[in-house]
């Protein structure tokens, strides 16, 4: 077999890893927090801060 | 405090409280160069070489200038905006605080379609060039180039799902790697340090501008090839430690960089290849810095060039994985999607869910659809989008005059760029439509219609009050 086709395989393979990696991940983040914590995320918390500070 | 304050008859926005998990602020003006400057690079490495075949090398040159024109006033005009309205989502969060909901749809489906459009077509390009080299190595099968795209798209989505520093500093060395090529190239070649190889007036004599004046306005479609995807700055802003200062520094910086390394690489690029071999990106010069440095018989430039063009193919991938992950997530944390889409990671802090979503709809892209097609659905969001900046500009400094509100960047000449971007906006339409005018038909319908089910359906599911989250005073003339 030669250099390209074992290329060829390692990516199909490295491309599987790096796929299962993020879903095994996403599942388990997913499994381990609320919803309310994970999609806590607010626009503007710096400038509201900093307004606060000013104040 | 209540998280907001929608009745306040003072303020127009409060700015709520209760993160728990947010994006993370680690990145510096240097990472913002090379988010905007990784996504357009692979521009002047392939793709711009098309408008020299619709008008000839100067027509192209031409092109190159008045597309400069149209994005530093891009720029110029985010680098305002943004410093002031510092959040993810860039120009859609502009749109939202600025213009209003419908044009703030509009303004993050443009992203996110022009940014997903643009990494497939830098998948499949990196998938072609590593065919190349195999070819270049003695391979005599023909390589099977899906399992090469489909890992550029997993490993920068990897990457991008881990967290946003090591992603753009990543960004920052390839990036770098790539225009340093740029520059070498150019004093090998021009004569600047040794012997020069520059043919200019034998290869244009007969051929300055073979399709007259209508073959430079043609060219301009492809001219914005040299810098789309510059405005990709602004969806950094909420990964910043100061946007005030980051922002305008790595934009201004990165259009500069830009002017350069178009104008560099016109001139060693047509001082070399004939102007029907460079002009035809398809079966000519496919990669034209690439020949060049082919042409110069150096095989040290052979090779800096050959990883140049796959460092600056995989810096624009990236740069728009981060974009349209950023332009997705905002758009779902305000519930103009789905509010699923809002959630961050709590260790990595970035918006997976946004970036996993979108892996499957670049690989159907990259796997599934022509390059000039995905790459003419680019330009045409982009340029839709370019089109918006104008009017939030001037809609901007109207409701908030200057010393109303704390901006980061006061851009000069107001209100000059933002006349100067929408008439070569104009000029560019034109242009676009000559030569597609079938895709660009199809484009303004997909949005019409996705508009429409926004305002009578969607919009009802929109936290109105929590969207306008700008601790500023109320506009003028509300």
Known sequence: METWQILEYAAWGASALLGLYMLIDWMKVDSSYSEDVLTSSREGELEAMTEEQHR | ?478
């Open chain 2, 1 to 478: 405090m209540a998280d907001i304050d929608i009745t306040s008859q003072t303020m127009d926005g409060m700015g709520p409280h209760g993160t728990k998990v947010g994006l993370l602020r680690v990145l510096g003006p240097a990472h913002v160069w090379a988010l905007g400057v990784g996504i357009v690079l692979v521009g002047e490495y392939m793709g711009w070489n098309f408008a020299v075949g619709k008008g000839g090398a100067y027509a192209a040159l031409i092109a190159c200038w008045f597309a400069g024109i149209l994005y530093t006033c891009v720029a110029m005009i985010d680098s305002e905006v943004t410093s002031t309205v510092a959040a993810a989502g860039g120009q859609y969060t502009q749109a939202k605080h600025i213009v209003g909901p419908l044009m703030a749809f509009n303004v993050g489906l443009y992203l996110v379609f022009a940014y997903t459009m643009l990494e497939a077509a830098n998948a499949i390009t990196a998938g072609y060039l590593i065919s190349v080299v195999a070819g270049m190595t003695g391979y005599a099968g023909e390589l099977d180039q899906r399992p090469f795209i489909i890992l550029v798209i997993m490993f920068l989505a990897w990457l991008n799902y881990r967290g946003v520093l090591a992603t753009l500093t990543f960004n920052l060395v390839i990036t770098a790697i790539a225009f340093i090529a740029i520059l070498v190239l150019f004093l090998s070649t021009s004569g600047v340090l040794g012997g020069g190889i520059m043919q200019h007036a034998a290869l244009f004599e007969g051929h300055e501008m073979p399709y007259g004046w209508i073959g430079v306005l043609a060219a301009m479609h492809f001219g914005l090839w040299y810098y789309l995807g510059i405005e990709g700055t602004t969806q950094a802003a909420e990964e910043v430690r100061s946007p005030a200062r980051a922002l305008p520094f790595g934009t201004l910086a990165g259009i500069m960089t830009l002017l350069i390394a178009a104008t560099l690489t016109w001139y060693v690029c047509s001082g070399v290849l004939p102007w029907e071999f460079l002009g035809d990106g398809v079966n000519g010069s496919v990669a034209p810095l690439f020949d060049t440095a082919r042409l110069s018989g150096s095989n040290g430039l052979i090779w800096l060039l050959g990883f140049g063009t796959l460092f600056a193919t995989l810096a624009s991938a990236n740069g728009c994985i981060n974009d349209a992950s950023r332009a997705w997530f905002a758009m779902g944390r305000d519930k103009y999607l789905p509010g699923w889409f809002g959630a961050v990671h709590p260790r990595y802090r970035t918006p997976y869910r946004s970036i996993i979503f979108l892996v499957p709809i670049a690989l159907i892209f990259a796997l599934g659809a022509p390059l000039d097609q995905v790459i003419t659905f680019s330009i045409l969001s982009g340029l839709l989008e370019y089109t918006f900046m104008p009017l939030n500009i001037i809609m901007f400094r109207r409701k908030w005059p200057l010393n109303s509100i704390k901006r980061g960047y006061e851009h000069p000449f107001h209100p000059l760029p933002a006349v100067t971007l929408l008439a070569l906006c104009a000029l560019t339409f034109f242009a676009v439509f000559l030569g597609y005018g079938t895709q660009l038909v199809a484009m303004i319908g997909f949005y019409i219609v996705v508009s429409l089910w926004f305002h009578f359906w969607r919009y009802r599911f929109v936290n109105r009050g929590a969207q306008f989250t700008m601790p500023w005073p109320k506009p003028q003339g509300y």
